[in-house]
């Protein structure tokens, strides 16, 4: 179109004729682009004498080659009671065999550029070398001799160990990570897809159990090798007669999917994290089988329904409203039985809202036909999309590892392109009616359960199970801040200045200095705390508490540690505290008022309250405690979990171990043992942060 016009006909012709195309596009959606022709590598199978199964695809364009090594023996045969036993063997295969050390290990592949991968699911152990074409010799060494001679030695066990009991308790603190393994769970019950490991399951592995799960699965015929790159497969197959032939038969266990219960109601699963500015929620249930017929129709209606940025559900909750950064959904695809679930963060404000769109979003793409636009633009995305997952020989054996598990057949990559493109509108609404059930969904949430307990509930119309951020049953009741009735031994405090030094993994990040004062008040005795930490964190921090029953007077904090500000300014008299408080993620200070109750102490103050009070092995406290980050009061509960001889840099000291709950997460700390039980570490697993005492001048 030209940039000017010189009558104003042509001015009133060109607007009719850009008018005229535009309801022309949407009443008439154009047409996909016709699909270029893509030939998936063709691959070649046979099984060697021992029966391991080869899959060999030659694929020239450079001069690389994944070898990758599948053991039929995943989560899923794990024992109930030692859940991670299979993960735990996965990990282990290359910290040391008969004849090497877990370093030579890796200075052998390492020399000569080996990139290793390691990993387990729930159906299968995954080992993999990628490796320049010249070195796959070496590959082949390596992958014989971690899989066949591991020797799961007792350190790297329990180290291994306690890296997984960290992780599991860093979990707890991390919403995203709580609502995914509650929902597994929820909708796989008693069936092998549902086992997690706990601490106590991780505890109750021994070496003995890694020996027998590794001679009882990791053999010849319980294994499929995928030789994917600069290969020619009769070079192939000779050097893994050579390599692979002494790798005995074996009888391998086989796995027992014990039927998933089909649910038949909508039900809300709520894990209460007190505090919570956000709400983490997964919506779903029991998904297809891998050999359904449907999937294609599937894959593309839930492209339309929240498989990226321009879905349905993205559309509405983040581009419409502004509720989240992101919201999604997708169908697992598995050996024996799938999901689908859908999820995002939403703000603990919203929550109720958020649940509701979406359910509206999910009742809409199963009862109503989605566009023909929609159709065509799902199709568009995917089909073209999938060029980009068969680019590198690493990222075709997976795909054909893949399909090898879920007994696809030798065509499946070879005409799934053409399954999509098949796809029609009445498709789409025939296998969405079908495949999924909003009125039997189950509904996980991770959130301040006080916030949005009884709005979700009258929103969704449906009961809530309530429960705490560990799994057990929980009541509102339990949850209730309510007073208590301590009794303090508050002249054991004396005056004194402590440094504590802190590290976050590996690295010192300066020293925090507490300082510790009687005095006197308009006539009470009171305690005068100040804190200081200056370096990447910087924190000024002071409260003044009453030495009678250590409650409040006032309270100074100013935290700084990159973006993330915070500060308090608060008051006490008269049975209410007033002031301003800014949390991390708030732009500007909040007014705040909390009705004092019995026995409420700042949140910072628990410690010397601790250090006053008689402890006991193995029983429970529970604090009501003004949260200086939100002003409000608060639960921290408090177990002493055992008795443990420290040592830090101020020495030596009996301790008591303690772990707390409190609405930032749960973190432990270690006090001495005899009274006054001052601080001596505190470990914060989620942050990988640690305190540690360096000097105590009394």
Not at 628 to 652: C, F, M, R, W, Y
């Amino acid at each position: 179109m030209k940039n000017h016009f010189r009558t104003m006909l042509a001015v009133t012709i060109a607007v009719l004729l850009v008018f005229t195309a535009a309801l022309w596009a949407k009443e008439q959606p154009p047409e996909p682009e016709k699909m270029k022709k893509l030939s998936f590598p063709s691959f070649k199978e046979f099984k060697m004498k021992n029966n391991i199964e080869v899959v060999v695809v030659e694929h020239h364009e450079q001069p690389v080659v994944t070898a990758a090594v599948v053991i039929r023996a995943g989560g899923v045969l794990d024992p109930w009671e030692k859940i991670g036993l299979s993960g735990f063997v996965a990990e282990l295969l290359n910290k040391g065999t008969k004849d090497k050390t877990s370093d030579e290990l890796a200075r052998w592949i390492e020399s000569v550029g080996g990139d290793v991968g390691i990993f387990s699911a729930d159906d299968y152990v995954y080992v993999t070398v990628s490796i320049l074409s010249e070195y796959l010799d070496t590959a082949y060494q390596y992958l014989t001799e971690i899989l066949m001679n591991p020797i799961f030695p007792e350190d790297e066990l329990e180290t291994h160990r306690k890296r997984i009991i960290t992780a599991l308790e860093i979990e707890l603190s991390q919403p995203r990570a709580v609502v995914n393994r509650q929902f597994t769970e929820i909708i796989y019950r008693d069936h092998p897809y549902a086992k997690a490991p706990t601490p106590e399951t991780v505890k109750a592995i021994s070496r003995e159990d890694l020996v027998e799960f590794h001679k009882r699965n990791f053999v010849a015929n319980n294994a499929l090798i995928a030789v994917v790159g600069d290969v020619k497969t009769k070079q192939v197959k000779k050097a893994l007669e050579k390599h692979f032939s002494s790798w005995k038969q074996g009888e391998p266990e086989v796995a027992e999917y014990t039927p998933a219960p089909d649910r038949t109601s909508k039900q809300i699963y709520l894990f209460h994290r007190p505090g919570s500015v956000q709400t983490e929620y997964r919506v779903g249930h029991l998904g297809l089988r891998a050999k359904d017929p449907d999937w294609p129709a599937v894959v593309v209606g839930n492209r339309v329904l929240g498989g990226g940025a321009d879905a349905r559900i993205f559309m509405n909750l983040r581009e419409d409203k502004g509720w989240t950064y992101g919201a999604y959904s997708s169908y697992s695809r598995s050996p024996d039985l799938g999901s689908f679930s859908t999820w995002a963060s939403v703000g603990t404000d919203v929550t109720d809202s958020a649940l509701v769109e979406l359910m509206g979003e999910l009742e809409r793409i199963s009862s109503e036909s989605v566009t023909e636009e929609e159709l065509n633009n799902a199709k568009a995305y995917l089909i073209g999309n999938f060029p980009n997952t068969i680019e590198t020989p690493n990222q075709i054996a997976g795909q054909i590892i893949q399909v090898k598990q879920l007994g696809l057949g030798k065509d499946h990559l070879e005409k799934y392109r053409d399954r999509l493109a098949k796809v029609t509108v009445e498709d789409v609404a025939r296998v969405m009616k079908k495949h999924l059930r909003p009125d039997n969904v189950a509904i996980v949430l991770v959130g301040d359960a006080k916030e949005i307990k009884d709005k979700v509930e009258n929103a969704l119309t449906a009961k809530v199970a309530l429960y705490d951020i560990e799994g057990e049953p929980l009541s509102m009741e339990a949850m209730a801040v309510k007073p208590v009735d301590y009794k303090y031994e508050t002249s054991l405090l004396k005056d004194m200045t402590a440094t504590y030094s802190l590290n976050v993994q590996t690295m010192a990040l300066g020293d925090l200095s507490v300082n510790l004062k009687n005095a006197s008040r308009e006539g009470k005795d009171v305690i005068e705390v100040s804190a200081k930490l200056a370096g990447m964190i910087n924190m000024d921090q002071k409260m003044v508490l009453s030495a009678e029953d250590l409650s409040p007077i006032s309270y100074m904090n100013r935290f700084m540690a990159g973006p993330t500000q915070m500060s308090a300014d608060l008051e006490f008299e008269g049975g209410k505290g007033v002031g301003t408080v800014k949390g991390p993620k708030a732009e500007e200070p909040k007014e705040i008022t909390v009705k004092m109750i019995k026995g409420a102490i700042l949140d910072d103050s628990v410690e010397f309250a601790l250090a006053v009070l008689p402890l006991e092995l193995a029983k429970k406290y529970r604090f009501p405690v003004v949260d200086t980050k939100s002003g409000t009061l608060q639960n921290v509960d408090i177990e002493v979990l055992e008795e443990i001889k420290l040592d830090v840099p101020a020495g030596a000291f009996d301790t008591y171990k303690l772990k707390f709950k409190t609405p930032d997460g749960e973190y432990f700390v270690y006090c001495k043992k005899a009274m006054p039980h001052l601080l001596i570490k505190q470990e914060v697993p989620a942050q990988a942060m640690s305190l540690e005492l360096k000097s105590l001048v009394k």
